[in-house]
C-alpha cells in the first residue's frame, strides 16, 4: 500500500502561486508516475497535471496548461505541483496519485491505484 500525503493547500487572491507537495514514504516512489486531480464542490474530479517515473514527461489539462507546472523529487520522494496566476475556477480539493510506470501516462482517475487525502485550494477572487 503506497500513502501519500498532500501538503500546501491554502487561500491565495487570484492572480497568486501556491505549491503543493505531495510526499511518501515509499522506497520504490522511483517507478511509479504521479498525478494530479482535483475536485470542485458539485462536479465531478478532474485531471490537472501527470508526470512519468523518471520525471521525463508531463502532461497537463488544457486549463492549467502554462500556469502549472508538475515536478518530482525521486531522491525525496516527493510529487509537486507548482500553480501560478490562480484564477477562482482553480478553487477545489486537490489530491495527487500515483501508479506504476507502465509506459504512457494516464489522464484518467481510473488509471491510478494510490491516492492521496487531499489538500483544500481556494483562490478569492
Known amino acids: 500500500q503506497v500513502q501519500l500525503v498532500e501538503s500546501g493547500g491554502g487561500l491565495v487572491q487570484a492572480g497568486g502561486s501556491l505549491r503543493l507537495s505531495c510526499a511518501t514514504s515509499?522506497?520504490?516512489?522511483?517507478?511509479?508516475?504521479m498525478g494530479w486531480f482535483r475536485q470542485a464542490p458539485g462536479k465531478e474530479r478532474e485531471f490537472v497535471a501527470a508526470?512519468?517515473?523518471?520525471?521525463?514527461?508531463?502532461y497537463y489539462a488544457d486549463s492549467v496548461k502554462g500556469r502549472f507546472t508538475i515536478s518530482r523529487d525521486n531522491v525525496k520522494n516527493t510529487v509537486y505541483l507548482q500553480m501560478n496566476s490562480l484564477k477562482s475556477e482553480d478553487t477545489a480539493v486537490y489530491y495527487c496519485?500515483?501508479?506504476?510506470?507502465?509506459?504512457?501516462?494516464?489522464?484518467?482517475?481510473?488509471?491510478?491505484?494510490?491516492w492521496g487525502q487531499g489538500t483544500q485550494v481556494t483562490v478569492s477572487s
Open positions: 508526470i512519468n517515473w523518471k520525471g521525463s514527461t508531463t
Open positions: 515509499e522506497r520504490t516512489f522511483n517507478t511509479y508516475d
Open positions: 496519485a500515483a501508479r506504476m510506470g507502465l509506459g504512457g501516462l494516464s489522464y484518467t482517475s481510473g488509471g491510478y491505484k494510490y
